[in-house]
């Protein structure tokens, strides 16, 4: 859904115009209203923005130069300027600066909603991926793919430097003197009908979708697996607005939640994310890689349509020894590359190793390569368990048991055992995603009980969990089944009925408790969902 600001100085007016665009309007759009441009930049510094409609004048920073703050950070926002004042060079600035249009207050609500949609169809027009297809085939150039491919796995897996002459020779189009933004990309389900070109084909075209997004960044992508795809992001030396850490970074991560839409709507596709919040120095790339596919498979593994950057860590973060918790990720990349396996997906292990297991059985029962087979999968199960905190899961003798195939009466006996291992790893991975899920919605909810005083704004909120807002909302209402708005409203009921239940505070002093700012909105609240005014359920809590 796209997202609109207004911003003018009379609340009133914020107030009319939200009102008008979320019950009236032909259209729907998420609307935000603030009553100043500081208020403004403030929620631009967190979240999108596609439509601004501004106010030309106001005090202190004026529209116009609202205007030229937002395009520096917001560069496709459309805005919309309005104005009580009839002024031509009012207007002839607004649109030498981009303005979509310039509206006079006093011309209604009919000329608001007619620029607003014109802003809408530019949106539309600039999004139009209807050729993505064809350029993605384009790109698919096999030979190069697979040797770029085979040096980004060096890469992410610690077995050599980046060089900038074998960046250019594999055409990657990255500097090696600068550090990039990682990202990991997956689709969270297909087709029954797509094939696995099919599935090549559409990360492709996620990239391109990515590119049209990331105007002045420069992007390199690459398939590691059947399900994910790994993507390096820097900003292009030439592009002067995407100038420092902060600018470019914010601008990458935000467009994120547009290229899942897009997905959505021209692939029919959902798109999972887990991001960087910073540029990583490429000697630290293989640290941070193996960070966030711990993340978007491990910790929240489960999930559909996933935002997430590695801050959201934060909330789970023990480790007080660094230099040993790198040691171990990079001895399990190396073990990983060596073994040429990847426990993360246990779907699809079990699918490949039933595969396996059926071709086995037509050998006989001395034949070598079932000592290869069986100790590959079982160095690859070792790895997994050894990085599993609850080992007590497994049976006793497992380490004694799990390497030596001898300990197997026959070969269907080892095949059994080495079966439950892999579904005994997938069990614990679910609980270890739903435990993290738990967790970071329980602390949500803490937050939320203790400040019902505070701001408690989608976007606050996400801050203290380190998370998108848009995906913030959605996970919790999946978890919970309740969206974060009605649980607030739920809590501020209840603590307003036991306040004035047995306290003898004035309901005004109730209001500012449980977050009003007035008497007059918590009445309206309070007999809207309890169909009597404060002072009537204090009275009647009193007879009875």
């Not at 609109?4 to 939200?18: F, T």
């Not at 009839?86 to 607004?94: E, P, R, S």
């Not at 270890?432 to 505070?454: C, F, P, Q, R």
Request: glycine residues 4%; contains cysteine; proline residues 3%.
């Amino acid at each position: 859904m796209l997202r609109l600001i207004i911003v003018d100085n009379e609340p009133i007016i914020v107030r009319g115009l939200k009102q008008l665009l979320t019950e009236e309007a032909p259209f729907e759009l998420d609307v935000y209203g603030v009553h100043a441009a500081e208020e403004a930049l403030k929620l631009f510094g967190s979240m999108r923005f596609d439509i601004a409609l501004l106010d030309i004048r106001m005090p202190g920073m004026n529209g116009l130069e609202l205007q030229a703050r937002i395009v520096e950070q917001w560069p496709h926002c459309k805005v919309v300027f309005l104005s009580g004042y009839d002024d031509f060079n009012y207007i002839q600035t607004a649109f030498r600066n981009g303005g979509v249009d310039y509206v006079l207050k006093m011309d209604g609500d009919e000329a608001i909603l007619e620029a607003i949609q014109k802003a809408i169809n530019e949106l539309s027009r600039a999004s139009e991926m209807s050729r993505l297809i064809d350029q993605a085939k384009e790109k698919l150039q096999q030979s190069l793919s697979s040797l770029q491919r085979d040096y980004v796995k060096q890469l992410l897996h610690g077995l050599g430097p980046v060089k900038q002459e074998k960046l250019e020779e594999l055409q990657i189009g990255l500097d090696a003197s600068s550090p990039s933004l990682l990202l990991l990309s997956r689709f969270d389900s297909w087709h029954p009908s797509h094939t696995d070109s099919d599935k090549t084909l559409m990360y492709y075209a996620l990239h391109n979708i990515a590119g049209e997004f990331w105007s002045g960044c420069r992007s390199f992508s690459v398939m590691l697996e059947a399900n994910v795809m790994v993507t390096f992001v820097q900003p292009s030396p030439e592009e002067h607005w995407l100038n420092g850490r902060g600018h470019w970074t914010r601008f990458v991560i935000g467009q994120l939640e547009m290229i899942q839409s897009a997905c959505k709507q021209y692939l029919k596709l959902p798109v999972s994310f887990a991001a960087s919040n910073e540029p990583v120095d490429w000697n630290k790339v293989y640290l941070k890689y193996s960070e966030l596919k711990q993340m978007m498979f491990y910790g929240f593994g489960q999930r559909t349509e996933m935002l997430l950057t590695d801050v959201v860590n934060r909330n789970f973060s023990t480790d007080s020894s660094p230099l040993v918790g790198d040691t171990i990720i990079k001895a399990q990349s190396r073990l990983k590359q060596l073994l040429t396996s990847d426990i993360t997906m246990e779907n699809r292990l079990l699918y490949d190793f039933d595969e396996l297991a059926d071709i086995s059985r037509k050998l006989t029962s001395d034949h070598p390569f079932l000592y290869e087979m069986y100790n590959g999968v079982a160095y690859t199960l070792l790895s997994a368990i050894n990085h599993q905190p609850r080992k007590e899961e497994f049976p006793n003798d497992w380490p004694k048991k799990l390497i030596s195939l001898d300990t197997h009466a026959t070969w269907e006996e080892a095949l059994d055992y080495l079966r439950t291992i892999i579904i005994r790893l997938q069990l614990l991975r679910n609980q270890e995603s739903e435990a993290g899920t738990h967790l970071l919605v329980n602390k949500l909810k803490s937050y939320i009980d203790s400040h019902l005083d505070d701001d408690l704004s989608l976007v606050r909120l996400a801050e203290t969990v380190y998370l998108n807002p848009t995906y913030l909302s959605r996970l919790f209402k999946m978890q919970t089944g309740q969206g974060i708005s009605e649980y607030t409203a739920e809590l501020r009921l209840t603590k307003s009925c036991d306040l004035l239940k047995f306290s003898k505070l004035k309901v005004q002093d109730i209001a500012m408790k449980v977050g009003f700012d007035s008497a007059t909105s918590f009445g309206r609240f309070f007999k809207r969902e309890m169909n009597m005014t404060p002072q009537e359920y204090r009275d009647s809590a009193a007879v009875s």
